[in-house]
């Protein structure tokens, strides 16, 4: 009988949300406590397949703020493993490491957390006879700014071996760097299989040996996009390992372009939107889909959808509505009026646009004026708000000409409105 096991990580049980609930309650609560569902869903998907154990990489909480109404939800899907002679491996990541609560649970017997000296673990055995190992190091603090490779023993021999770490690997863009290490030190250590846990995008390094980055099983906001699901792994009396991506998302998080170029009227747009959110709708594979819309292209409509965001957003949430399980997240709004053909008479409005994109927002003063209005205004963030805004000064000045452009678009939105009104 081949050995079969579920790998996951990072499912930051009851992570709290508290910028999408204040825009939308409704659509806050079904994002919590999708995180319990996403877990439901690998649990129900390990005894549906049978499998001989699950292992979770890391960062099953979300922190410090861990509550013990979330370990004991936790405790009963363990419970239901026991109950189906499913073994957990568990290791301890970053937010694992920041709970007191995690530190005071008692597992079932069927779980087995690492500690952070890295002996392995019998998990099973091929019917050859050949024996499946599981090694793990588990956070010991929030904190780990250096490799907890050395930490791992050696593979052990005539046997197949599988690492489980929490990782940033190499670093990335938006993680802080915790373990550090890089694909080729992990490949030439000698294990068959690296479970990886820390990056929330999904992404198969290498495949022999294997190493997987599951990424989190339930997105949790607009920059946690795509499906999501877990790594189902078949190893075979050859001790050859197969994987397959599995889908447990409740809600998936899509960006969505919806280009009205040439399109001019209302009735239109509403349809071109409708087109797109039922493609994405179809796409979600039964998850509830949370969709942030960007208009673009260039269109008649441009004043008007900027004049009246809020009739638009509204229809928009009606359209999502009628779809069934789609919500509305945000919508943007990079839509231009249409280039007026030379010759013809343009209109104040026109004329007034072209002037200050040539000669009003590319001018010194003008820029200066702006600049000391975002600093002004940066100062009030938080030190990680600031960089994600503006990290460097290419990307301020960039953020500069972003704010001039859409001020300026919503200015003549409005004068637009006022011409055509008298």
Not at 333 to 349: K, R, T, W, Y
């Amino acid at each position: 009988m081949p050995f079969r096991f579920i790998h996951t990580a990072d499912l930051h049980l009851d992570s709290p949300l508290s910028s999408l609930a204040l825009r939308n309650a409704e659509l806050g609560d079904l994002v919590r406590g999708a995180t319990r569902k996403a877990l439901s869903r690998i649990v129900d998907l390990a005894i549906g397949e049978a499998v001989d154990a699950v292992l979770i990489a890391g960062d099953l909480y979300d922190g410090a703020q861990t509550s013990m109404a979330t370990a004991l939800f936790l405790m009963g899907e363990m419970r239901r493993l026991d109950a189906a002679g499913i073994r957990v491996f568990l290791i301890r990541g970053n937010h694992d490491a920041q709970s007191q609560i995690t530190r005071e649970l008692t597992f079932p017997p069927n779980v087995h957390l690492f500690d952070g000296r890295g002996k392995p673990a019998k998990a099973g055995a091929l019917a050859n006879g050949r024996e499946i190992h599981v090694h793990g190091v588990s956070f010991a603090q929030p904190h780990a700014p250096t490799s907890l490779l050395p930490t791992f023993r050696a593979p052990v021999a005539d046997a197949v071996n599988i690492g489980m770490l929490h990782t940033s690997l190499a670093g990335g863009s938006r993680h802080d760097p915790y373990a550090p290490t890089s694909v080729a030190e992990l490949a030439a250590h000698g294990f068959d299989y690296w479970a990886l846990g820390h990056i929330h995008q999904r992404r198969v390094h290498q495949e022999r040996p294997w190493i997987v980055m599951p990424g989190n099983p339930q997105g949790r906001d607009i920059n946690e996009g795509g499906g999501k699901g877990v790594t189902l792994a078949t190893i075979g009396e050859d001790g050859v390992i197969t994987c397959e991506e599995r889908p447990v998302a409740v809600a998936v998080f899509e960006r969505l372009s919806v280009d009205l170029s040439g399109i001019d009227d209302w009735s239109g747009m509403l349809d071109c939107t409708e087109a797109v959110l039922a493609k994405a709708r179809e796409a979600a594979n039964g998850a509830h889909l949370v969709a942030r819309l960007a208009m673009t292209g260039a269109t008649p409509l441009a004043w008007r959808l900027r004049r009246d965001e809020d009739l638009l957003l509204g229809e928009v949430q009606n359209i999502a509505a009628s779809l069934g399980e789609c919500w509305i997240e945000a919508v943007e709004l990079a839509v231009s009026a249409p280039l007026v053909e030379a010759g013809i008479d343009a209109g104040p409005v026109t004329e007034l646009a072209r002037l200050i994109r040539e000669d009003v927002v590319s001018t010194h003063a003008y820029r200066a004026e702006l600049r000391e209005t975002l600093a002004d205004m940066l100062r009030q963030l938080p030190k990680e708000a600031r960089s994600l805004l503006a990290g460097d000064e290419a990307a301020e000045e960039a953020l500069l000409s972003e704010l001039a452009l859409e001020g300026s678009d919503a200015v003549l939105a409005r004068l637009s409105g006022e011409g055509e009104r008298a």
